[in-house]
């Protein structure tokens, strides 16, 4: 059997210094009635990046299925998990389809509780987008928390979060993209092993060995919390989930997600169920933009009737389906796995 190695690629991880951002948070008297605003955002900040766990994960993604192929199981991010992680739950609506104006400065002056002077003197260009320095908000937002001014303390505090952690794109800069999805207010489980062994990493494993170690049984597909979740399965016209962004829109496939939201994969997924959709902002000639936005009107879910009893397992089917596509994509790190990191005492 062939187990050629793909070539592996360097990547780069903004890492935005959080450390003046973060120091907001002393002014949070209430940490559950900003919860109760304002959801999951304090957790979101207060999160911890390893970048060596994401430049090795970022060489499993499978840009043919959107997934992340690992030897005999695929693993995805999902919009049930991440309305989980956010505590934003996903409306039957589209959030942001990039076709929202850009809120002129009374707009935003308005939003953020500030004079208009103050948005029109510091509204500037970087990177051929416009956008307000982070010192800039920080400055202001720290203002009003002295003050106990709450409102305008949370609005410039949560669009500080939107544009330097969940929607980064400058460094110190909040753009009028992050603006635009702020004024909409409607963005929408780790699944490693939690063994102790394995968060410990006793053996001082680099992240590629420690990842491929890991075999199917070794996942924690699925949480309770999820239990009476409809999924989310697809949208109007496409068999799958459309994304919009910022830059442009993808497609995710739900039918590969199976297990993580408790139900069982038996086989490969039709053809159908797994459409590539990409394009890039400015370069749509299939007009997929305006697509996607009409098909985020009409949202088909499945629950426990459609899905059936909870039983997360993949049958051989499906998972030799993933064998084979592993080694036609070809994993980037060494075979065989590592023996199991159990540290045997002394």
Request: glycine share 6%; charged share 25%.
């Amino acid at each position: 059997m062939d187990k050629q190695r793909r070539n592996t690629k360097k990547y780069s991880f903004r890492q935005p210094d959080l450390k003046e951002l973060r120091s907001l948070t002393t002014y949070v008297l209430k940490p559950l009635e900003f919860k109760a605003r304002h959801r999951k955002l304090l957790p979101i900040l207060s999160t911890k990046v390893d970048e060596g766990l994401m430049s090795v994960l970022v060489q499993f993604y499978d840009p043919l299925y959107r997934c992340f192929t690992f030897p005999d199981f695929q693993l995805l991010p999902t919009l049930e998990e991440y309305a989980y992680h956010m505590g934003i739950p996903i409306l039957d609506q589209l959030p942001f389809s990039g076709l929202e104006k850009i809120p002129s400065s009374q707009e935003i002056a308005d939003m953020l509780h500030m004079d208009v002077s103050d948005i029109v003197a510091n509204m500037i260009t970087k990177g051929g987008i416009q956008g307000l320095p982070s010192d800039f908000l920080i400055t202001k937002a720290t203002l009003f928390g002295k003050a106990m001014s709450k409102e305008a303390f949370e609005a410039i505090f949560v669009l500080l979060i939107y544009g330097l952690v969940l929607f980064p794109n400058i460094d110190n800069f909040v753009d009028v993209n992050a603006i635009r999805i702020f004024s909409s207010l409607n963005p929408f489980i780790s699944h490693l092993p939690q063994t102790l062994a394995f968060k410990e990493n006793k053996g001082c494993l680099r992240w590629s060995a420690r990842l491929m170690s890991l075999t199917n049984n070794d996942i924690s597909w699925y949480n309770r919390v999820y239990d009476g979740v409809h999924i989310i399965d697809s949208y109007s016209e496409f068999s799958n989930v459309p994304f919009l962004g910022t830059c442009g829109g993808i497609s995710y496939n739900p039918a590969l997600a199976r297990r993580q939201l408790g139900s069982p994969l038996k086989d490969k997924p039709n053809n159908i169920l797994l459409e590539g959709l990409l394009f890039q902002e400015g370069k749509d000639p299939q007009n997929l933009k305006d697509r996607m936005v009409r098909a985020w009107r009409k949202v088909h879910r499945k629950g426990k009737n459609e899905l059936g009893p909870k039983n997360c397992v993949s049958l051989e089917p499906y998972t030799s389906w993933v064998k084979r596509r592993a080694l036609e994509y070809r994993i980037p790190y060494e075979y065989p796995r590592p023996t199991p990191m159990v540290m045997v005492g002394p």
